[in-house]
């Protein structure tokens, strides 16, 4: 069971994890670009500043990043605290050179917003909220309170109090949108990639299970012959020791550990090494073999299979893939958890299509979010019905985006619906009212390739 708060698929794992460095890269750009600007200015523009105080401010940033860069690793990663303090103090020297120069008669007054898009991306919302509040905070104390440019003749740089205003509102605008925009990119781009970890696991996983059955039943194959050579040979010694009982018992119990060893391998695995029975199998028995797990929880789940109206072929012989195993079996899961009594596994097969349909007797899916079924992390029905109904998991909303992407991995399009209006009363409603999902595969993309039987197994190299 995955706990959804903590571990790689938390979804703020990931955050608090900001480098040291970058910041150090970042604020060693920022140095440059005002030295820069605070030279031009002065040397080339004629503007009269305070470059004592300029310089200064510019100082301050230089000796926090030797600080930084000498006393702690480079590897050093920030925690949430942490991180707010360094972009805190960029916005407040940032601030400060901007009440040196003009407030927001400085067009560079935009680059306020930088700290808090960095925090945006990286760190939490409430920090993000946080720093945007002091950004807005701080640029509004510079519009009011700020030294005025003026050329070396006296003349003052000023702009209209519109035009001032104007500007000042763009940059608070800003600051919510920018940072609430990269917050949201930030965080889907962290939670796909959660998911797609998720995923991936899965996948894995089943493809060290099949592979182990594989090992298994190679096993079962190869042992069979010296485990019968031992009961053979172990039942003449019973029959010529009958004079001896110590060693006839002796060799009963070799017999016996050699039976006992047979039926273990026979549980374990009865197919050949390497068999195409483990690459390939016909459709009901793959569908049969995803929903195996959840026929014993008090559901019925009922199957059908049935060509399509016009198709005269029999049941296909599917690519046994575990991505499909693995997405069929995660569909099934979930509409047994949320199904009354019943749940149906229909397969209907065409010249051009494969057609899997799972539906429940359920109370459906909600309609608010039947668009966005199959995104990571958005959970069917309210924590505490879902926890009622399926007490043993502990849902991320993951289930069925695992299931849709290993389907649509193995080249199939996925659909859902409700069977029927979730208003309906419970006498009103018909038996397939629940949840709908269909997988369909077309042009035979999971079809096996006819190669006119199962062929020789090949031997396992040592």
């Given at each position: 069971m995955i706990n959804p708060g903590s571990g790689p698929f938390s979804r703020n794992a990931g955050r608090n994890q900001l480098r040291l460095r970058t910041l150090i890269l970042l604020r060693w750009m920022a140095i440059a670009g005002q030295t820069a600007a605070i030279s031009v200015a002065h040397f080339y523009f004629n503007l009269v500043l305070p470059l004592g105080l300029c310089y200064l401010a510019v100082g301050a940033s230089v000796i926090a990043n030797l600080i930084s860069t000498f006393v702690f690793p480079e590897n050093r990663r920030l925690s949430e605290i942490e991180a707010m303090l360094v972009l805190l103090f960029d916005l407040a020297q940032l601030s400060f050179l901007l009440y040196l120069t003009g407030g927001l008669t400085n067009p560079f007054a935009l680059l306020i917003i930088a700290p808090v898009i960095i925090s945006a991306s990286a760190l939490q919302l409430r920090t993000t909220v946080q720093l945007g509040f002091m950004a807005?905070?701080?640029?509004?104390?510079?519009?009011?309170?700020?030294?005025?440019?003026h050329y070396a003749d006296g003349t003052v740089l000023s702009v209209p109090r519109l035009l001032e205003f104007g500007f000042w509102l763009s940059v608070v605008i800003g600051i919510m949108f920018l940072g609430l925009y990269s917050h949201r990119v930030s965080s889907e781009i962290q939670t796909m990639s959660d998911a797609l970890l998720a995923t991936q696991t899965a996948l894995a996983r089943e493809q060290k299970l099949t592979d182990l059955g594989g090992v298994v039943a190679a096993a079962a194959h190869e042992l069979g012959t010296p485990l019968a050579t031992i009961m053979l040979v172990s039942t003449e010694l019973i029959e010529e020791l009958s004079d001896s009982?110590?060693?006839?018992?002796?060799?009963?119990?070799?017999?016996?550990?050699?039976?006992?060893?047979?039926?273990?391998?026979r549980s374990m695995g009865r197919a050949g090494k390497n068999d195409l029975h483990l690459q390939r199998a016909p459709l009901g028995a793959v569908l049969r073999e995803a929903a195996e797990p959840h026929l014993d929880r008090g559901k019925a789940v009922v199957f059908d299979f049935r060509p399509a109206k016009g198709c005269t072929a029999q049941q296909p012989?599917?690519?046994?893939?575990?991505?499909?195993?693995?997405?069929?079996?995660?569909?099934?899961?979930?509409?047994?958890?949320?199904?009354?009594?019943?749940?149906?596994?229909?397969?209907?097969?065409?010249?051009?299509?494969?057609?899997?349909?799972?539906?429940?007797?359920?109370?459906?899916?909600?309609?608010?979010?039947?668009?966005?079924?199959?995104?990571?992390?958005?959970?069917?029905?309210?924590?505490?019905?879902?926890?009622?109904?399926?007490p043993e998991y502990e849902g991320m909303g993951l289930g069925l985006f695992i299931a849709k992407t290993l389907l649509e991995r193995s080249g199939a399009e996925l659909s859902f619906a409700n069977g029927t209006d979730p208003f309906l009363t419970s006498s009103e409603r018909p038996d397939r009212c629940g949840a709908i999902v269909e997988v369909i595969w077309a042009d035979g993309t999971i079809i096996a390739p006819d190669q006119g039987g199962l062929g020789e197994n090949a031997p396992i190299d040592a």
């Open positions: 807005i905070w701080l640029i509004s104390l510079a519009t009011i309170f700020n030294i005025p440019l009982p110590d060693l006839r018992d002796d060799a009963r119990l070799i017999k016996e550990q050699a039976d006992r060893c047979r039926d273990i391998l012989t599917i690519l046994r893939k575990p991505e499909v195993i693995h997405g069929v079996r995660n569909l099934i899961q979930n509409a047994v958890d949320f199904a009354r009594t019943t749940v149906w596994v229909d397969a209907e097969w065409g010249h051009k299509h494969l057609m899997i349909r799972i539906v429940d007797d359920g109370q459906g899916y909600p309609t608010h979010i039947l668009g966005r079924i199959g995104d990571p992390f958005v959970t069917m029905r309210s924590a505490l019905r879902q926890q009622d109904l399926r």
